[in-house]
């Protein structure tokens, strides 16, 4: 080596003698401790400046659950979840050969305030959970919750779940879907993230 190329070196073993030694005073400092009043305790920094006001874009004439559920289950997107289940429930009614016996015979159509009461149940077995779907309607009065029976029987329940549907499976193209992974749910996600645009800001 040549007395540049010692020359250079020397520079850059400066320069991180420098840096670490910078290093050590920010520790020094940090390990600086001192008494924090923790009934006044300051807040956090934000990690990013908000500016918006957060909020509601619609009018609610109460504040009760079930109306923030409606705003965003509208009668649009209940209807279309029952159009689309009794589709399909029709569509595999005619594609396979059924049993006089099979419980399917006795499909009949849902409408809206059906789809309504099954969701709500759906919603309900999320908060009461039990390890077996037919608990719910056990008549054991350990097992049993009472109130559903009188909502919607377990047969009804069953069979409903059984077809419920999202989209037309015959109108679902891989090719040019935006989004191929959720197709069997997309209308009804795509409809509900339209409708927190639309209702929030």
């Not at 006044?40 to 500016?51: E, G, H, M, Q, V």
């Not at 090719?175 to 069997?184: K, N, S, V």
């Amino acid at each position: 080596m040549d007395s540049e190329e010692y020359s250079e070196s020397d520079s850059s073993y400066e320069d991180i003698s420098d840096e670490s030694d910078s290093d050590e005073d920010t520790l020094v400092a940090a390990r600086n401790w001192c008494r924090i009043d923790q009934e006044n305790l300051a807040p956090p920094p934000p990690r990013f400046p908000f500016s918006g006001n957060p909020g509601l874009n619609t009018r609610m004439d109460g504040s009760s659950p079930i109306e923030f559920f409606c705003i965003f289950f509208d009668d649009d997107i209940v209807g279309y979840i029952a159009s689309e289940t009794n589709r399909y429930a029709e569509d595999f009614i005619e594609k396979n050969d059924l049993t006089p016996s099979s419980r399917v015979q006795k499909w009949k159509d849902v409408d809206s305030s059906e789809i309504r009461v099954f969701l709500g149940i759906i919603i309900l077995q999320g908060i009461v959970q039990k390890p077996l779907h037919k608990w719910y309607w056990s008549q054991r009065p350990l097992l049993s919750t009472p109130y559903l029976k009188q909502l919607m029987s377990e047969k009804r329940f069953s069979i409903i779940m059984k077809f419920l549907h999202f989209t037309n499976n015959d109108t679902i193209d891989l090719e040019t879907h935006p989004q191929p992974g959720l197709r069997i749910v997309y209308e009804v996600y795509d409809a509900i993230n339209r409708k927190f645009n639309q209702v929030t800001f």
